[in-house]
């Protein structure tokens, strides 16, 4: 299946998996809500939180991407919803029942871990079984609920495969099929996708995404990739430091960052300070001119923004800049360069400009830009 195309701050309009329906989707008798509330962990030993003060709602059959840099405390997040670590403070509610106090045998997750974990000495009907026959399913049950799931992930013609055999992708629905078998309450995906190449990975995004809208179940996704994120979420946690940035869709995301990491973080933008005029624009440089999408503060001339390498394009009419970097993005060219000011942007080129060449930009058309500090 070929992965359909999505552009950042052009996302599905529609919002959620509670609406989906189709021909052969497993529909569960009722999704789960969860919440966190005030919740702080550290690790043993260690001295600084992992997570501080995490407070959000994930709402049912919502697909929920956390995302931030390394050891910000993502997978942290789901080994708590998972019970594999006791918060020191705070509670984590699933249909409004405080959890914290189950065992996690006794709470009804499915997780899938980055390196799948599965049993090579098995096919895959072994593999998708294994939990069900934890749980004493008999033979009739497990036979059953395996065919579902085997449907459900569309790997049915790999039933009597050795695991070992399969591809990447492959092994990736077979895990998800073993978590699900079970009628976790909430899936939790641990990067998925990480251990694929970079081609793959972008190819099979589609399909996961497609998968877990099937199966209708609460599901919490750590991803480092950005991408990735506002391609397939309802909506989305940037974390960073244990603590919570914002949580928001990806249209507002990346349209409305909360603050320069953010901004900087999910969509690749530079911060810079502009001059505020009269008639509500605000001034990069002498003769930059750009509107804005909020309401500019009376109390002051100077104003933090953030630009995007979308926002700006090569333009022989626009104001001078001194190319100091460029990047190839796959098809087309991320070019940084350097204003009068000193202030340093970036653009998009279809070639390579060399470094010290100087260039002419002008804002591309319909483009605001946001204003961080109101």
Same mark, same amino acid.
């Given at each position: ?178 978590? =699900?078998?079970?009628? /976790?309450?909430? &899936?939790? @995906? $641990?990067?998925?996708?990480? #251990? ?6 972008v190819a099979l995004r589609a399909d996961l995404e497609a998968l877990l809208r099937r199966s209708g179940v609460t599901t919490l996704f750590v991803t480092h990739d ?13 974390l960073r430091d244990g603590r919570i940035e914002q949580y928001d869709t990806p249209e507002r995301l990346w349209t409305q960052p909360a603050n320069a990491f ?42 933090? =923004?953030?630009?995007? /390498?979308?926002? &700006?394009? @090569? $333009?022989?009419?626009?104001? #001078? ?54």
């Open positions: 299946m070929l992965p359909s195309v999505r552009y950042p701050g052009h996302h599905r309009s529609g919002a959620s998996r509670r609406g989906e329906s189709g021909p052969g989707m497993n529909k569960p008798s009722k999704a789960t809500s969860i919440d966190f509330e005030n919740i702080t962990f550290a690790y043993p030993g260690s001295s600084v939180a992992a997570v501080t003060d995490i407070t959000l709602s994930v709402r049912p059959a919502e697909l929920v991407v956390v995302v931030g840099p390394s050891g910000c405390g993502k997978s942290t997040l789901l080994r708590i919803v998972a019970g594999l670590v006791q918060p020191s403070r705070g509670r984590l509610l699933l249909d409004g029942s405080d959890t914290l106090k189950l065992p996690p045998e006794k709470r009804r997750i499915g997780w899938v871990p980055q390196s799948y974990a599965l049993f090579d000495h098995l096919d895959v009907s072994g593999n998708v079984a294994f939990g069900l026959r934890m749980q004493g399913a008999n033979r009739e049950q497990r036979d059953r609920r395996v065919q579902e799931m085997l449907d459900l992930c569309r790997i049915s013609q790999f039933a009597h495969r050795p695991v070992s055999e399969l591809s990447g992708g492959q092994r990736q629905r077979v895990a998800i099929a073993r978590a =699900l078998a079970t009628d /976790p309450r909430v &899936l939790l @995906l $641990d990067e998925p996708l990480a #251990a694929l190449d970079p081609q793959l990975r950005q991408s990735e994120a506002l391609a397939i979420a309802d909506r989305v946690v940037v953010v901004a900087e973080f999910v969509s690749r933008a530079i911060t810079l300070k502009a001059r505020c005029r009269p008639e509500g624009t605000v001034e990069l440089a002498p003769g930059l001119i750009a509107p804005v999408n909020q309401a500019l503060p009376s109390d002051r001339d100077i104003v933090t =923004l953030t630009v995007r /390498p979308t926002d &700006l394009m @090569l $333009d022989p009419e626009g104001v #001078a800049v001194e190319v100091t970097g460029c990047e190839y993005a796959g098809g087309t060219y991320t070019v940084f360069g350097r204003l009068a000011t000193g202030a340093v942007v970036s653009f998009l080129a279809d070639a390579r400009l060399p470094i010290g060449e100087r260039a002419r930009v002008g804002l591309r058309h319909g483009t605001r830009l946001n204003v961080l500090d109101q």
